[in-house]
């Protein structure tokens, strides 16, 4: 039995310290970046864009967001429960860019030979080559089997982008990175529906856990990508500061239009993916895993996501300009987090 004694820090746990800065206006931020992703020189695809990303989970890994995100150059991760013919449907007949949306795939392939989530990937990867981005992920990346899964998927497309997680360690990162993974996506129980750290008592806080991973990923020329735990748009001004590629969002795009779940009495349900809820509407995982490790909440409906993209982008904007960040991908240079023990002023909120 070993105690780390340094103490590992959230995002409620720091600010950002404001800098001298030359920018004249939040529209000289670049919000955009340009990524090349080298797999031990096997692949080198380059993709542009806004590097948040919308979680593959119901109520937000939708084609309806996904068409919101595109026009702002985000990311969605399209959840693995859509057939192949959602997927045709969205392609020809709503003009989903296939540029913008990351396939995931099921691990039922870990246990099973012909997983029918694997071979609707397959199949969609195959209609449409011009989509670079693949995921794969589990609750607990750190089973050796779910390793050996990352392998077999890199050697089955040896031509996209692998994102592979969730870990929140550098040497599980590193790891991941090692068995052909591009993108390693980082968070173990910080999200606004997970129960893990209660059922368990296992995890990182997300700030620490992040900036650990990203410096493992960096040194192999691998990305990471923040999952879980923003809950306001400077969350995500943090979670680039500790260097963070990528950020990937579930609640903070819960409960929008673009859910395609029905809204009773103006709120949504979103529940975790792990959640009873979530076997109760896609039935139970293949391996008898029991563990339930989400919840279901109940909240307002938000309108069209359109305009909390807006906000955080503009928050994002924001941020730049008062710490001197001209890019995005400047941010962690720019970064300097204090810490604090005190966030907001409260005082109408107790009124
Ligand atoms: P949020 O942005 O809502 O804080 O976090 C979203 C992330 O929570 C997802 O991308 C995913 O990694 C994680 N997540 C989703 N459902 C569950 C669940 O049922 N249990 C756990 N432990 N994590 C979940």
């Keep these: 039995m070993r105690i780390k004694p340094d103490i590992k820090l959230d995002f409620k746990d720091v600010l950002l310290e404001p800098k001298r800065s030359i920018l004249s206006s939040r529209r000289s931020v670049n919000l955009e970046r340009n990524f090349i992703f080298r797999h031990w020189d096997k692949t080198s695809i380059s993709w542009s864009g806004i590097p948040i990303i919308s979680s593959n989970m119901d109520g937000v890994g939708t084609f309806s967001m996904a068409m919101v995100l595109q026009e702002f150059g985000m990311l969605t991760a399209i959840k693995k429960h859509y057939t192949f013919d959602d997927w045709k449907f969205a392609v020809i007949n709503k003009g989903l860019r296939l540029n913008n949306v990351i396939v995931c795939i099921g691990t039922n392939a870990m246990w099973e030979d012909n997983a029918e989530d694997y071979a609707t990937a397959k199949s969609v990867l195959t209609e449409w080559p011009e989509i670079n981005f693949i995921c794969i992920d589990v609750a607990n990346g750190y089973q050796q089997n779910f390793v050996d899964f990352v392998k077999r998927v890199r050697d089955d497309f040896p031509d996209k982008v692998l994102i592979a997680g969730n870990v929140i360690t550098a040497e599980m990162t590193e790891q991941l990175i090692i068995s052909g993974a591009d993108i390693v996506k980082c968070g173990i129980g910080p999200g606004s529906v997970c129960t893990t750290r209660e059922q368990t008592g296992v995890g990182v806080p997300q700030l620490s ?143």
């Design 209 to 351: 856990g992040v900036m650990e991973c990203a410096d493992a990923a960096h040194g192999l020329s691998g990305h990471v990508i923040a999952d879980g735990g923003c809950t306001v748009p400077g969350d995500v001004t943090k979670a680039f500061g500790a260097g963070a590629d990528f950020v990937m969002l579930g609640g903070m795009l819960a409960s929008h239009d673009e859910s395609e779940t029905e809204s009773v009495n103006g709120k949504y349900e979103f529940y975790g993916m792990s959640s009873d809820r979530a076997k109760e509407v896609h039935g139970a995982r293949k391996d008898g895993y029991t563990s339930t490790e989400g919840k279901r909440v109940i909240i307002e409906a938000k309108g069209s996501v359109r305009v909390t993209i807006k906000n955080i982008l503009g928050g994002l904007r924001s941020a730049c300009t008062m710490i001197g960040a001209r890019r995005i991908k400047d941010i962690p240079k720019c970064t300097t987090f204090v810490m604090v023990n005190n966030q907001q002023n409260q005082i109408y909120e107790k009124i």
